[in-house]
């Protein structure tokens, strides 16, 4: 049974597959930062310094000063900035996604077609070896 686990973990599809988890999950912890450190910070700025980690809806109505008051009171609470800023990571890596799908496809090779080996018969029409010299369907001299 080792034997038959080891097989299938040391296929190709298998460890490319745990590569590509590994990566990203990386990859999302940078676009994460990018978004909340770089991204969302000027456009604050531009709203009048506002903060979107920390815009939330307080359901008690008890008006708390910050998300975090808010959570440490135990109070219920719609983070909607953080989900701002979660839609902005996915976003941004969709949008990564489809620019590498993209250049990879771009670099594929398409496949060479293979030559054709039959040939129309002038006369009938029909299909017929490229090297025959007469058709078999209509027996007609071919050039």
Do not use: W
Not at 6 to 19: P, T
Not at 36 to 59: A, C, Q, R, T, W
Not at 93 to 120: S, Y
């Amino acid at each position: 049974m080792f034997k038959e686990f080891k097989e299938f973990a040391m296929k190709g599809n298998v460890v490319d597959l745990a590569i590509g988890v590994i990566i990203g999950g990386a990859f999302g912890k940078i676009v994460t930062s990018v978004v909340n450190d770089i991204v969302m910070p000027p456009i604050g700025l531009l709203m009048g310094k506002m903060d979107f980690s920390n815009l939330f809806i307080d359901l008690s109505g008890k008006g708390y000063e910050s998300l975090k008051a808010a959570k440490d009171a135990g109070a219920p609470v719609i983070s909607y900035g953080a989900f701002i800023n979660t839609v902005l990571d996915f976003v941004i890596v969709a949008f990564v996604i489809f620019l590498v799908i993209k250049q990879i496809n771009r670099l594929k090779k398409e496949p060479v077609p293979a030559p054709p080996d039959t040939k129309e018969c002038a006369f009938c029409c029909s299909a017929i070896p490229i090297k025959a010299t007469r058709c078999p369907h209509c027996t007609s001299e071919q050039k």
